[in-house]
């Protein structure tokens, strides 16, 4: 996720760049940078860091009053997050600059086409191949160039791109990735979101997916791929400012629940080979590195440790490797036992925690390959590991991680397959059923979403519950344990996460009426054990809710209350199943009258001890 920003008209596309960039500063904050076209050339001044230290760098710097340009706040996704990777970048003429939000997935194709050719790269970025396809079609229109780079590009992209040649116009594209086009008076723009220009113009229009617009200050004409014009939809933003940096949510962290289908359908982006079967390149370990291992410790905090928790499952059903789980704090103190054949997986999103990086270092310290997994590119967590798998979740504002964690899931599943891959530890059946299962999410996700609100009205009569247990088992049982942790952070309420056959152990002498008792029942292997767990509970007294998959009726008759998610593969199902759970503690907080995006005696990354 990366902001970017467009204008052309008749002010200081400077004075309006800057702000509108400040707007977008949540897509991401690695870096930014601005271009302003003239017809001696283009102007592009960029920096690794926030907005605010780019305009430290603007305010030393004459710049022309140039009135077409654009504009780009970075969140990493493909090289570190470097001034040199910031965008705008640039042909090799200096006279083509893009901005762009997405991953292109044939890039290391187009790349090595172009390098062919004779065009030099200055960057590490994906984007840059961009600027010089367009290079190449300098004969054409910029409106036609763009089109045809359209075409040859593979994954997801919003560009905005401006041309020497043509000073007064600006073009932007999309698929996959958000354009909305702001249509003033004598002046246009383009966006990622709508508040980079709210303040200018109401009146705005989406950009749909494989669509160019060409702006320039008194036109907006659209056209497919092949050049036919499409009708420019226009609407009027009602929203205020603040309620539009949250793309209309009430928080950020609604919003985010709301990302989840993006965020998974962009941590699968470009991770299968043509044969649909999943290829981590990106990860730089060989098979040989891989068949070596004997042994795996998965280590993490807080909701990333119910991420390793999954993986656990994962990795033993899928790879038969001997896997253990420690939270961070617990690993750096009990000299565990590894050596050059462990495989260490850290889990971080913020690849900043404390005890994770010391987890990892201790790792490193006794030979073991470690790998990352984080949201964010160039961590310390993606600096120190052997190899890095992003999960490209995009910035997660709100203090409760939500999107964060399900992409962590579904990169930590690509991750099982790929080593039962180089292991050749699963049969092709196996692999490609949960393949297509994981390839299902985004859309899966999109109709758990659908479900909140019935979800709302269970909060709603829970809103003064003071009990709730969370309980499942194998699969279920960190869905549980992740469920109850939003519950406790955000709405400050007891809540106890807890594998369900461990009840009868001592805990089941707390459940009484008044009490909740969440079930997750969506793991085959369990889920019948599941269901005489919680018959155990609603004859004590507790009240039963329970997620469970679509179809299964005999979980029915053990609930008060059940939310059915579409049926997936087992482990697979832990990405849908955490979904009601989310929405769960965010309604029953925000009943309660909490903030949640910033809930009390919480930092988003803890980098202490
Ligand atoms: O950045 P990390 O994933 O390493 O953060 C780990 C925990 O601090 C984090 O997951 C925390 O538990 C969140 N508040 C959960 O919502």
């Known amino acids: 996720m990366c902001g970017i920003v467009g204008y052309v008209g008749s002010r200081s596309a400077l004075d309006l760049l800057v702000p509108g960039l400040e707007r977008l500063e949540y897509r991401g904050y690695d870096s930014a940078g601005v271009a302003l076209a003239e017809p001696e050339g283009i102007r592009i001044v960029r920096k690794a860091g926030r907005i605010a230290d780019l305009e430290r760098v603007l305010q030393g710097e004459p710049m022309p009053a140039a009135t077409v340009g654009m504009g780009h706040t970075r969140w990493a996704t493909h090289g570190a997050p470097t001034t040199s990777n910031a965008h705008p970048h640039r042909d090799c003429t200096g006279r083509v600059a893009v901005v762009h939000n997405g991953i292109i997935e044939n890039w290391a194709e187009l790349k090595a086409e172009l390098v062919g050719n004779g065009h030099v790269f200055a960057s590490d970025t994906d984007t840059e191949v961009v600027a010089h396809l367009v290079e190449e079609l300098a004969d054409l229109p910029l409106e ?28 932007g594209a999309r698929r996959g990735s958000p354009l909305v086009v702001g249509l003033g008076e ?64 009430p928080t950020f962290m609604l919003k985010e629940i709301y990302e989840q289908p993006q965020a998974i359908a962009d941590t699968l982006r ?42 656990k499952y994962a990795i033993e059903r899928w790879t038969r490797l001997p896997t253990e789980i420690d939270i961070a704090s617990e690993f750096r103190y009990r000299d565990p036992v590894l050596d050059d054949r462990t495989l260490v997986i850290g889990i971080s999103q913020s690849g900043e925690t404390a005890d994770t990086l010391a987890a990892i270092r201790y790792a490193k310290a006794q030979g073991s390959v470690v790998v990352g997994v984080s949201n964010v590119v160039d961590s310390s967590l993606a600096r120190e590991a052997d190899a890095v798998l992003y999960t490209r979740a995009g910035p997660e504002i709100g203090v409760a991680a939500t999107k964060t964690f399900t992409t962590q899931l579904v990169a930590l599943q690509l991750f099982g397959l790929h080593l039962a891959r180089a292991r050749g530890s699963l049969d092709d059946g196996a692999i490609e059923l949960l393949t297509s299962g994981i390839r299902a999410l985004p859309d899966q996700v999109r109709r758990v979403l659908e479900l909140d609100g019935e979800i709302a009205e269970m909060a709603s009569r829970w809103a003064g519950t003071r009990d709730f247990f969370f309980l499942g088992r194998s699969g279920d049982f960190p869905v549980a344990m992740e469920g109850a942790l939003k519950l406790k952070e955000i709405a400050y309420v007891r809540a106890e996460g807890y594998p369900a056959g461990e009840m009868k152990h001592g805990p089941i002498a707390l459940i009484e009426p008044g009490v909740v008792v969440v079930g997750v029942a969506t793991d085959s292997h369990v889920r019948q054990k599941t269901f005489a767990n919680m018959e155990e509970m609603r004859a004590r007294g507790g009240e ?4 469970v998959e679509e179809g299964d009726e005999a979980a029915r008759k053990v609930a008060d209350h059940a939310i059915a998610v579409p049926a997936a593969p087992d482990l697979v199902c832990t990405v849908t199943a955490v979904v009601p759970l989310q929405l769960l503690a965010y309604h029953i907080a925000t009943e309660r009258g909490f903030d949640v995006d910033k809930p009390r005696n919480l930092a988003k990354t803890v980098t202490v001890e």
């Not at 593979?154 to 020497?164: M, S, T």
């Not at 723009?189 to 617009?213: C, K, Q, W």
């Not at 080979?273 to 060989?286: I, K």
């Not at 039963?544 to 997620?547: A, C, L, Q, R, S």
């Open 144 to 171: 036609e160039a763009v089109r045809q780079v359209m075409r040859r590009a593979e994954g997801a992209l919003a560009l905005v791109v401006i041309r020497a040649d043509e000073p007064d116009v600006v073009v």
């Open 186 to 249: 004598g002046e246009n723009f383009l966006a990622s979101d709508i508040p980079a220009f709210l303040a200018y113009t109401r009146r705005m229009a989406v950009l749909e997916d494989d669509r160019v617009v060409r702006l320039d200050a008194d036109t907006a004409t659209i056209t497919d791929l092949d050049g036919n014009p499409v009708a420019v939809q226009e609407r009027h933003v009602e929203w205020d400012l603040e309620a539009a940096e949250k793309g209309g949510y």
């Open 270 to 311: 470009g991770r299968f080979d043509q044969a649909g079967r999943v290829r981590l390149r990106e990860l730089e370990l060989s098979d040989d590195v891989l068949r070596a291992v004997d042994k795996v410790f998965v280590v993490a905090c807080g909701t990333s440790y119910h991420a390793a928790m999954m993986a």
């Open 544 to 547: 039963i809710f329970m997620v």
